[in-house]
């Protein structure tokens, strides 16, 4: 089960990554943290989720809109 403070961390990591990315529309950050979110669902360590969630969308990103 994710914790108020993960989703809160998570929309924070669609804020900074759509702003990272401008050439990207909002809507596709959010698609893209949402499912290198759900990579990690039913994990149980979930201390550095939102860390990891960050990265692999920021490689994603990378590739969509540089």
């Not at 998570?10 to 290198?36: G, K, N």
């Amino acid at each position: 089960m994710v914790d108020s403070s993960e989703w809160t961390a998570i929309q924070h990591v669609v804020e900074r990554l759509t702003q990272c990315y401008p050439a990207v529309e909002p809507d596709t950050v959010m698609t893209v943290v949402h499912r290198s979110h759900a990579m990690f669902d039913g994990r149980p360590l979930r201390d550095f989720v939102p860390l990891f969630v960050e990265r692999r969308s920021r490689e994603e990103l990378a590739k969509i809109g540089g």
